[in-house]
């Protein structure tokens, strides 16, 4: 199993400010995910991130509005920029250990914009 | 691409009944299928992970099963208990299993 620590739990932020959302792992893990999940609805994969590369973002995601960062094996950040209320969600960091294992997931962090 | 759609997407239930969440998905080129419990301000908890091989899953109250040539998975709740009220979401294991597919849900509430 995987412990996963996320920071900030929740915050609330003005439009058009940027927030770097942390995950600390207290394994190492080759890969981390980054989940976005909007009022309501389910979680939405934003991008993948390996140590020592650039993250991978799925459709509908880009790097300048969702740049991350991978700087060793334990932690990764993704920061939310030129916020709008539309990006108000929970942002969730997750690991994968390998295909027979479970998926574990950060507590996630309470984005609100106003 | 998958699609994963769980029904319903609430249910209210007294105390002590037996109760099944249901879990459908488009494609049945899954390598996975895991059962997540997810309360307010607690992130996600895995409960149950079906391999592609595997049909069912038990732990506890807890009975997963997976038919992948039907797209369908249930999660059996055994005895309901208040404490098992939380939303619970099904996700399929996609491109090795590292990505994950996620279903919008059931928001399950167990009545003393």
């Known amino acids: 199993s995987a412990v996963i620590s996320q920071k900030p739990s929740r915050d609330i932020c003005q439009r058009g400010t940027s927030l770097t959302i942390q995950c600390q792992v207290d394994?190492?893990?080759?890969?981390m995910f980054w989940y976005r999940q909007q009022p309501g609805q389910s979680l939405t994969l934003i991008a993948t991130a390996n140590q020592g590369s650039e993250a991978t973002y799925e459709s509908g995601f880009v790097i300048d509005k969702f740049p991350i960062s991978r700087p060793n094996l334990t932690f990764s950040t993704l920061t939310v920029s030129n916020m709008s209320p539309e990006d108000s969600s929970i942002y969730l960091c997750?690991?994968?250990?390998?295909?027979?294992?479970?998926?574990?997931f950060g507590q996630g962090t309470r984005l609100t914009v106003v | 691409k998958q699609e994963v759609t769980q029904i319903p997407a609430a249910l209210s239930v007294p105390e002590g009944e037996n109760l099944v969440l249901n879990c459908s998905f488009t494609?049945?080129?899954?390598?996975?299928l895991q059962w997540f419990r997810q309360d307010p301000g607690k992130g996600l908890t895995s409960l149950l992970l079906?391999?592609?091989?595997?049909r069912e899953q038990t732990s506890g109250r807890l009975n997963a099963s997976l038919d992948k040539s039907s797209g369908r998975s249930t999660l059996y709740i055994a005895a309901s208990q208040p404490g098992d009220s939380a939303t619970y979401l099904c996700a399929v294991g996609i491109q090795g299993a590292q990505k994950l597919v996620f279903g919008q849900g059931t928001r399950l509430t167990i009545n003393p």
């Open positions: 494609d049945s080129a899954i390598y996975n």
């Open positions: 079906i391999q592609s091989s595997q």
């Open positions: 997750s690991v994968w250990q390998g295909p027979a294992s479970s998926a574990f």
């Open positions: 394994s190492q893990v080759t890969m």
